[in-house]
C-alpha cells in the first residue's frame, strides 16, 4: 500500500532564510499531490496543488516540486518568518477516488 | 462565518458513554469528510458522505462509529460504548465539488472535537 514519509523531526530554520521540507512516497506516482498547513489546535488549512505533469509550482513565497522519478516532493518557504511555524501536511491524490493519503507532517519552527 | 464549524471543540467521556460529534459543512459544499488525527499523526480517513449519501465508511474502526448526513448538510459522527483508543481529535472536512476522480478541490477543515475517553 501506499506510504508517505516526513521529516519525523522539527525542522529548525533562522528567520529570513529558506525552509525546505519533504514529502516521499513508496508507490506509485499520485495523480496530484497537495500540501496543508496545521496549526496547534485547529484543522489543515490548503495550501498548493501540485499535478502529477507539474514539476513546479509557486504562491507568492511558497514553491513546491514533484518529481516523479525520486517519487518525492519538496516544500520550499522563502524569505522564512516566525509567522511560518507550523505543522505541514502532504497529502496525496491518487485521482481514482476521493480519498487522499496523509503524511505525518513536518514541525517547522522559524527562529527570530 | 463562512468556513467549517465543528461542536463540541472539546469532549471528555468516561468509558462506556456514547459521545456525538457535530460538523456544519460550508454551505453549499456537496462533499463531506470525517478523518481521525492522532497526535504527531496525519489525519486518518474514517467516512465520506457525497450530500446525503454515505458512499464509503471502510474507515471507520468498529461497528461503535456511526455517522449520518441526513439533509446533505450538517453532520453527525457518534461513537457508542467509548474506549480509551477512541481518543483523539475529529476533524471534519467539506468541498465544493463531487469527488471521484476529481478530488483535486482543496479540503475546508474545520477546527475539530478533541475527544478525551477516560
Known amino acids: 500500500s501506499q506510504k508517505i514519509e516526513q521529516n519525523s523531526e522539527a525542522l529548525n530554520i533562522q528567520e529570513g532564510k529558506t525552509a525546505t521540507l519533504t514529502c516521499n512516497y513508496t508507490n506509485y506516482s499520485p495523480a496530484y499531490l497537495q500540501w496543508y498547513r496545521q496549526d496547534p489546535g485547529r484543522g489543515p488549512v490548503f495550501l498548493l496543488l501540485i499535478r502529477e505533469n507539474e514539476k513546479e509550482k509557486r504562491k507568492e513565497r511558497l514553491k513546491v516540486t514533484f518529481d516523479t522519478t525520486l517519487k518525492q516532493s519538496l516544500f520550499h518557504i522563502t524569505a522564512s518568518q516566525p509567522a511560518d511555524s507550523a505543522t505541514y501536511l502532504c497529502?496525496?491524490?491518487?485521482?481514482?477516488?476521493?480519498?487522499?493519503?496523509w503524511g505525518a507532517g513536518t514541525k517547522l519552527i522559524i527562529k527570530p | 462565518g463562512a468556513g467549517v464549524s465543528q461542536s463540541p471543540r472539546y469532549k471528555v467521556a468516561k468509558r462506556g458513554q456514547d459521545v456525538a460529534l457535530r460538523c456544519d459543512p460550508i454551505s453549499g459544499h456537496v462533499s463531506l469528510f470525517w478523518y481521525q488525527q492522532a497526535l504527531g499523526q496525519g489525519p486518518e480517513f474514517l467516512t465520506y458522505f457525497q450530500n446525503e449519501a454515505q458512499l464509503d465508511k471502510s474507515g471507520l474502526p468498529s461497528d461503535r462509529f456511526f455517522a449520518e448526513r441526513p439533509e446533505g448538510s450538517v453532520s453527525t459522527l457518534k461513537i457508542q460504548r467509548t474506549q480509551q483508543e477512541d481518543s483523539a481529535v475529529y476533524l471534519c472536512?467539506?468541498?465544493?465539488?463531487?469527488?471521484?476522480?476529481?478530488?483535486?478541490?482543496?479540503?475546508?477543515f474545520g477546527p475539530g472535537t478533541r475527544l478525551t475517553v477516560l
Open positions: 472536512a467539506s468541498h465544493l465539488g463531487l469527488a471521484g476522480g476529481s478530488s483535486y478541490n482543496e479540503q475546508f
Open positions: 497529502a496525496l491524490d491518487m485521482g481514482s477516488n476521493y480519498q487522499l493519503i
